[in-house]
């Protein structure tokens, strides 16, 4: 009976043996072992697992080796939660929004201080195409309504993203008769387009205005 049970203690050692994991170190040295978890964390996503067993012998369980050789861009494993990729969208999606809002800050504040020739530059390739720089200032100036001062210009700026040459600005403007006192806010969406490396406006929505 003591045969028995210390040639069965043998055999199921013996499977543990039928597995043998090799490594590359950093200074080239090829190394083998056993013992997966004698093996440096460093090391371990390199692990190549030879098996050694008879095929088809079925394994009282499964060693952590076999997790390594999982494809780390497939399955529910292949990223983490906090995805590196998906952060950077993110944050490179939320700059977009706030350079398009910063620009209508400044184009209003043109606007409101009757910079009208240097306004003319923030419009789109379309319109400068088809409207002379003098044209639209001749035409801003004709305009009976201007922008309200101080608090009242520009309030509750909003951009949504569109694509990365898009973006819909959307703000509360407070327009004033330039010969009068009474003031309209209005609640105006202006598509910003990226153009070289400058966001544009359409001038016909500011012609357009009160």
Same mark, same amino acid.
């Given at each position: 009976?003591?045969?028995?049970?210390?040639?069965?203690?043998?055999?199921?050692? +013996?499977?543990?043996?039928?597995?043998?994991?090799?490594?590359? *170190?950093?200074? =080239?040295?090829?190394?083998?072992?056993?013992?997966?978890? #004698?093996?440096?964390?460093?090391?371990?996503?390199?692990?190549?697992?030879?098996?050694?067993?008879?095929?088809? !012998?079925?394994?009282? *369980?499964?060693?952590?080796?076999?997790?390594?050789? !999982?494809?780390?861009? &497939? =399955?529910?494993? =292949?990223?983490?939660?906090?995805?590196?990729?998906?952060?950077?969208?993110?944050?490179?999606?939320?700059?977009?929004?706030?350079?398009?809002?910063?620009?209508?800050?400044?184009?209003?504040?043109?606007? /409101?201080?009757?910079?009208?020739?240097?306004?003319?530059? @923030? +419009?789109?390739?379309?319109?400068?195409?088809?409207?002379?720089?003098?044209?639209?200032?001749?035409?801003? &100036?004709?305009?009976?309504?201007?922008?309200?001062? #101080?608090?009242?210009?520009?309030?509750?700026?909003?951009?949504?993203? &569109?694509?990365?040459?898009?973006?819909?600005?959307?703000? !509360?403007? =407070?327009?004033?008769? /330039?010969?009068?006192?009474?003031?309209?806010?209005?609640?105006?969406? @202006?598509?910003? &387009?990226?153009?070289?490396?400058?966001?544009?406006?359409?001038?016909?929505?500011?012609?357009?205005?009160?």
């Amino acid at each position: 009976m003591k045969v028995v049970v210390i040639l069965s203690v043998l055999l199921i050692s +013996g499977i543990g043996w039928a597995e043998t994991y090799r490594w590359v *170190d950093e200074k =080239g040295t090829v190394n083998f072992t056993q013992d997966y978890h #004698s093996i440096p964390e460093k090391y371990r996503d390199q692990v190549e697992e030879r098996q050694d067993e008879p095929a088809g !012998r079925l394994k009282a *369980d499964e060693k952590p080796g076999k997790a390594l050789k !999982r494809d780390p861009g &497939k =399955g529910a494993q =292949g990223r983490s939660a906090r995805d590196p990729a998906g952060e950077k969208t993110q944050v490179n999606r939320n700059k977009i929004e706030s350079d398009a809002a910063e620009t209508l800050r400044m184009i209003v504040s043109l606007w /409101k201080d009757e910079k009208y020739e240097a306004l003319y530059e @923030y +419009g789109t390739d379309k319109n400068r195409a088809s409207m002379s720089r003098e044209k639209f200032v001749q035409r801003m &100036k004709r305009k009976v309504w201007g922008l309200a001062s #101080s608090w009242e210009t520009l309030r509750d700026i909003d951009a949504e993203f &569109k694509s990365p040459t898009l973006v819909y600005v959307t703000a !509360r403007i =407070g327009h004033k008769p /330039k010969l009068g006192a009474t003031v309209k806010i209005q609640t105006e969406t @202006y598509p910003m &387009k990226l153009e070289r490396g400058l966001w544009k406006i359409d001038l016909s929505k500011i012609l357009n205005a009160p």
